[in-house]
């Protein structure tokens, strides 16, 4: 996977073979653990055009509330 993005303890911002990106995001605080959000359409668009703008708030909305983001 290439990294386009990251902040170390927060966010990882990677592009599969596929094209695909997918947002890894640390959780937690006692207990830290990674969440994987492959980017949606939209989220994709967001970050095509605002770059690292985006993608950091998006970062904070999972690690904020990971649960939301599990099943995707």
Same mark, same amino acid.
């Given at each position: 996977?290439?990294?386009?993005?990251?902040?170390?303890?927060? !966010?990882?911002?990677?592009? *599969?073979?596929?094209? #695909?990106?997918? $947002?890894?995001? +640390?959780? &937690?605080?006692?207990?830290? !653990?990674?969440?994987?959000? *492959?980017?949606?359409? #939209?989220?994709? $668009?967001?970050? +095509?055009? &605002?770059g690292v703008d985006?993608?950091?708030?998006?970062?904070?909305?999972?690690?904020?509330?990971?649960?939301?983001?599990?099943?995707?």
């Amino acid at each position: 996977m290439k990294v386009l993005a990251q902040e170390l303890g927060l !966010f990882m911002l990677g592009e *599969k073979s596929d094209g #695909e990106l997918l $947002l890894e995001v +640390e959780c &937690g605080t006692t207990a830290v !653990f990674t969440v994987a959000v *492959k980017l949606n359409d #939209e989220e994709r $668009l967001g970050y +095509e055009s &605002g770059g690292v703008d985006f993608i950091k708030p998006l970062a904070w909305k999972v690690h904020d509330r990971p649960d939301d983001y599990l099943r995707r």
